[in-house]
């Protein structure tokens, strides 16, 4: 027997922790076939479902919803991914209606550099580390110059940083 509750929050976690479209799935896959909710072809089919489906792939969601409790399964799933999206919108909002304000870019600009001392805090701290040896500020170094041309992806420097590692740890 399904608790209604339970399924309502089981999809909000899902959609809270996922950034759209199919990410939501290990989650829901996890929670729902562990409580016996689910089985395994609902997956299969409300994924076809939302793919053939015009729209955004995450309303695959509602197909599941529907496969594994009927309409009140698909009301509560439109209403978990819906509910996620609304704080996005009401900051937006609310920083709309301030951000002509003499103080919003100090204030921006304050937060940005407080992010920046922290990510240098957590930069020292493993810096520190015992097991960081010549190779490792090898590898940081590079990875440093090539992100300050921003002429390197960071996803390209994250991949040649995991090769060279790959060759001077072996």
């Not at 027997?1 to 922790?17: E, R, T």
């Not at 197909?63 to 009140?72: D, F, K």
């Amino acid at each position: 027997m399904i608790d209604p509750l339970l399924y309502f929050l089981l999809f909000l976690k899902a959609s809270l922790f996922s950034s759209g479209g199919l990410s939501n799935l290990p989650s829901l896959h996890q929670d729902l076939i562990a409580r016996g909710w689910a089985q395994e072809s609902a997956f299969g089919e409300s994924i076809a479902i939302g793919q053939l489906s015009p729209g955004p792939n995450g309303l695959w969601v509602i197909s599941l919803g529907y496969l594994t409790y009927g309409v009140p399964g698909a009301l509560m799933a439109l209403l978990a991914i819906t509910l996620t999206a609304l704080p996005v919108l009401l900051v937006s909002a609310g920083y709309g209606m301030i951000e002509r304000q003499r103080w919003v870019p100090g204030f921006m600009r304050g937060i940005s550099l407080a992010v920046v001392g922290i990510l240098l805090t957590v930069v020292w701290s493993i810096i520190r580390q015992p097991d960081i040896d010549w190779r490792g500020w090898i590898i940081a170094g590079v990875a440093a110059l090539l992100g300050a041309t921003k002429k390197v992806n960071l996803i390209g420097i994250l991949i040649l940083a995991g090769i060279a590692g790959y060759f001077l740890y072996r």
